[in-house]
């Protein structure tokens, strides 16, 4: 029991090491920013193609009007989601250091457009790149995000600052305080972007996507990096941690890039698109409906306990939601030594079956789009691939979860049902059955 206590002592101090770290915990509440446009813009491109995803022949003037009136949207929400993401993470730090928020949100995001390369039309004259704005640029967006912070937060604590006089109106006076720690940043990289015009790259976006970004996107879109992620997912759940927040906060960057890049391929008609893996795949394929289907068969079928009827029939309703909480401290699965087997091994499986059966064809692969993670079954399948196909590799992937689990809940119904056979027994009698 000591070493038991003792193991638990250490995951538990890891996982709230890396819970609280500043860094990833902005990351990860940063990236939150451009959920609202991004989710919007998913459904626009969801739409736009809907004729195709129904397999309609559709007049031309239509399928052209959907695509020149949905089309441009993902430009000014999915395809720049770099800038969001720059924005919040410095917004979510600066706040964490208790310093302007606003101002710093704003100095890292004038300090991003620095960085990136400008061309030039002689119809329209200056312009930005939107690939750098969105899966190309979102590493970068992130590193400058937080370092201009860092800068920005150190200097303005250190009181390095124009003070006005008590008179001058309060945002007035923020204004000027925060001119010597915003121009710190912005004169770090502009002299980065200018050391980077004498190199091959160009510029630090094209350096950081090809050095850093791609390999990184190339490890983290591979089937055993997924299976790792999952794994510390489930196994900081079992301890009673928000694994999906934890792991998330590290490869959301990784995923979402490779979203994007598959959102743009979709959005412009590919008929292949580049990555398996990505945010949609994660929040899709990996655990949906895991709770629906256990709830569903012990519920109404298998349940011998009046325990085991009670608990999942309350788990079944927030189960169609995707809300796992109930069940995971309600049956309890936390620290419960009978259900951890089934709680790891089940999102593996999902997540290679999955994997394999969009490998062979058999299902489209995820078009990049969001799918809000309350999202039914079935419903999100369709959604995150546009193909009925996704919908039903979802409902496989609960057969498959719920057949893997049915022989440890009965394991654990058994023993509550003997339970309420032998209401005399004490604690140590029934913990012995």
């Given at each position: ?19 609280n ?9 940063g990236?939150?920013?451009a ?6 813009g ?13 397999g ?44 302007e ?43 400058v995000?937080?370092?201009s ?19 001058v ?81 590290i ?27 990505s ?17 569903i ?33 309600g049956?309890p ?20 079956i ?48 719920t ?31």
């Open positions: 029991m000591k070493n038991k206590s003792s193991f638990q002592d250490k995951i538990t101090a890891f996982s709230q090491a890396i819970g770290n500043r860094y990833l915990l902005s990351l990860r509440d990236f939150m920013v959920f609202p446009a991004t989710m919007f998913s459904i626009m491109v969801i739409l736009q193609n809907l004729p195709t995803t129904l309609l022949s559709l007049p031309q003037s239509f399928l052209d009007f959907l695509n020149n009136f949905f089309g441009p949207v993902g430009n000014a929400t999915m395809n720049v989601t770099a800038l969001f993401v720059c924005f919040g993470v410095a917004y979510q730090l600066a706040g964490r250091y208790k310093q928020k606003l101002f710093s949100g704003a100095i890292a995001l004038s300090s991003f457009l620095m960085l990136l390369p400008v061309g030039n039309d002689k119809k329209d004259g200056a312009f930005f790149a939107i690939s750098h704005l969105g899966a190309e640029g979102m590493f970068v967006a992130i590193l995000a937080i370092i912070t860092e800068l920005y937060c150190r200097i303005s604590a250190a009181h390095i600052v124009i003070k006005m006089p008590d008179s109106p309060p945002m007035v006076a923020q204004s000027f305080v925060a001119i010597i720690p915003g121009a710190a940043p912005l004169f770090l990289f502009n002299l980065i972007r200018y050391g980077f015009t004498f190199t091959s790259y160009g510029n630090a976006i094209d350096f950081v996507y090809q050095i850093l970004q791609q390999p990184l996107m190339g490890l983290g879109g591979t089937l055993p990096a997924v299976l790792i992620a999952v794994f510390f997912t489930q196994f900081f759940w079992w301890f009673g941690i928000h694994g999906t927040l934890l792991v998330n906060s490869i959301d960057p990784i995923m979402s890039s490779l979203a994007l890049q598959n959102y743009d391929a979709y959005k412009n008609g590919a008929e292949h698109l580049p990555h398996i893996i945010t949609t795949f994660m929040g899709v394929f990996v655990n949906q409906g895991m709770q629906l289907g256990i709830a068969m012990f519920a109404f079928f298998l349940a011998r306990s009046v325990r085991m009827k009670q608990t999942m029939r309350l788990v079944f309703a927030p189960a169609i939601f995707n809300v796992s909480e109930p069940m995971t401290y049956l699965v936390v620290l419960n030594p009978t259900l951890f087997i089934p709680w790891i091994l089940a999102p593996l499986a999902s997540t290679t999955s994997y394999f059966t969009i490998a062979a064809g058999l299902v489209p692969r995820p078009t990049g789009a969001t799918v809000v993670w309350t999202t039914p079954i079935f419903v999100a399948g369709w959604l995150g691939t546009g193909s009925i196909r996704g919908g039903i590799l979802q409902l496989v992937d609960v057969v498959v979860m057949l893997i689990w049915i022989p440890f809940i009965k394991a654990l119904d058994n023993r509550w049902y003997k339970d309420e056979q032998n209401p005399d027994l004490d604690a140590a009698e029934k913990d012995s059955l």
